[in-house]
T-cell receptor, first 117, second 109 residues
């Protein structure tokens, strides 16, 4: 079965540079979530989109922005990168059921490992 | 507020049974997820409990008691490949998943 695709898998950037992470959800999934996971930490929710509209916002810095496109893929744009942004960035997707956001199971992509030097 | 507690680390022997507990205090509750995560890899969905009781899926079972704010993940016939972190995550209301800190399970021979 098709899974969530993320690209790139690894990314190395310098401080103050920008980065763009891409996420392709499972076909027919309409909701995308972005998480940041530091070493030894649990995933921290950043932002989510449903049907191309932002649905929830978590601990996403103002330097970051994201959007979901007409084909449901999503991009996380990160500017003015800092050393502390080094982490694994996961994208998850789900199909929203009638119960509302989050009642459906989130399936995670393999992640993008971002290293800021 | 949201608070999810689970033990930081556990060790168990290959072939044995281990129970990983999770307690939660959340402003609302719609369901509880368990995910498995190997180091450097993505969380993998294991189970989802909405109603009280036990959900069994092969070697893995998950239990929920909503009145006690308590869940556990039961792993039977442990294998070395089960060494991983196990994340408890709660969905409450219209907010995204809130994860616990995870329990790092080490399976030893």
């Amino acid at each position: 079965a098709a899974g969530v695709i993320q690209s790139p898998r690894h990314l190395i950037k310098e401080k103050r540079e920008t980065a763009t992470l891409k996420c392709y959800p499972i076909p027919r999934h309409d909701t995308v979530y972005w998480y940041q996971q530091g070493p030894g930490q649990d995933p921290q929710f950043l932002i989510s989109f449903y049907e191309k509209m932002q649905s929830d916002k978590g601990s996403i810095p103002d330097r970051f922005s994201a959007q979901q496109f007409s084909d449901y893929h999503s991009e996380l744009n990160m500017s003015s990168l800092e050393l502390g942004d080094s982490a694994l960035y996961f994208c998850a997707s789900s199909y929203r059921t009638s119960g509302g956001a989050g009642t459906d199971t989130q399936y995670f992509g393999p992640g993008t490992r971002l290293t800021v030097l | 507020g949201q608070n999810i507690d689970q033990p930081t680390e556990m060790t168990a022997t290959e072939g044995a049974i281990v129970q990983i507990n999770c307690t939660y205090q959340t402003s609302g509750f719609n369901g509880l997820f368990w995910y498995q995560q190997h180091a450097g890899e993505a969380p993998t969905f294991l189970s989802y409990n909405v109603l009280d009781g036990l959900e069994e899926k092969g070697r893995f079972s998950s239990f929920l008691s909503r009145s006690k704010g308590y869940s556990y993940l039961l792993l039977k016939e442990l294998q070395m490949k089960d060494s991983a972190s196990y994340l408890c995550a709660v969905f409450s209301g219209n907010t995204p998943l809130v994860f616990g800190k995870g329990t790092r399970l080490s399976v030893i021979a």
